[in-house]
């Protein structure tokens, strides 16, 4: 499908979108991901669409935000995802069987000339008999976050501590961050853990590597563990006014349960985006 027949199907899903008729929302399977250019990492905004592999005809589409998500809803079946953004080439995965109450969560890269380097990755999959644990899970995640600042373990922002920095960007404003080093603020890739401005932790992995920094956003770990890619890299160009809070946890000793992985001995640090 060419990128003039997928400008099309999206217009298309436009205007069915203002004719569609109401449908239950709770079982349909859901789609949701980051759409990032595949050479910076930075996010794109442009459209996601699941498309019928049969017609080639758009079933739902979705408009990206300024950290590229998306999110999708279709009844069960099988879709192809497509996505389309002005000046790069679009992007049409194999077909892909969606169950009713299934829950998938990808990154989707684009690239301006030729096929992306990556491909479409898959960072969470929840099938039906788990979609009730994963509710409760997900619910009200800022009273998770006022309730891991309580505990006093790791760093905590909130929307209120964002508006008063002077910076623009995610990456300068964890420069400022008490126990974290910052080289390049446009790339994660430069940045490390330490307890203070003198105390650099200098752990190293089996390869000499500095160690390892997780990356989440809305509770889903985006980075791939142990080696920096373009996506993970972009985060530090996040424009602040995207953001309603970020966590910084200096070693696991700060980590909670949550978020613990074996190889973020290092720390992690989790940003939840702004809705609507």
């Not at 879709?79 to 077909?95: D, F, M, N, R, T």
């Amino acid at each position: 499908m060419g990128f003039q027949l997928l400008r099309r199907a999206a217009t298309s899903a436009v205007l069915m979108s203002v004719i569609a008729l109401p449908t239950t929302l709770a079982a349909q399977a859901v789609v949701r991901g980051y759409l990032y250019d595949d050479a910076t990492g930075k996010p794109l905004r442009g459209t996601v669409m699941l498309v019928d592999p049969h017609s080639d005809a758009p079933v739902v589409h979705s408009a990206t935000d300024s950290l590229g998500q998306f999110n999708l809803r279709a009844g069960g079946g099988v879709y192809q995802i497509a996505a389309v953004h002005e000046g790069y080439k679009s992007v049409l995965s194999a077909p892909v069987s969606f169950q009713n109450g299934e829950k998938l969560t990808i990154r989707v890269p684009m690239a301006q000339t030729g096929d992306p380097q990556h491909q479409i990755g898959v960072m969470e999959h929840i099938r039906p008999a788990d979609a009730k644990l994963q509710q409760a899970r997900n619910a009200d995640v800022m009273s998770a976050f006022e309730a891991r600042r309580t505990t006093g373990m790791g760093l905590h922002y909130d929307r209120a501590a964002l508006e008063k920095s002077t910076v623009s960007t995610l990456g300068e404003f964890l420069q400022s961050v008490p126990g974290f080093n910052v080289t390049d603020p446009s790339s994660t890739s430069t940045m490390q853990m330490a307890r203070t401005a003198n105390f650099q932790m200098g752990l190293r992995g089996p390869t000499g590597a500095a160690c390892h920094v997780g990356w989440f956003i809305d509770g889903h770990r985006v980075d791939l563990p142990g080696r920096n890619d373009p996506m993970t890299d972009g985060l530090g160009q996040i424009q602040l006014d995207a953001i309603e809070g970020v966590e910084v946890f200096r070693g696991l000793s700060e980590m909670p349960p949550e978020f613990a992985a074996p190889d973020l001995r290092c720390g992690a640090v989790a940003i939840w985006s702004r809705k609507g």
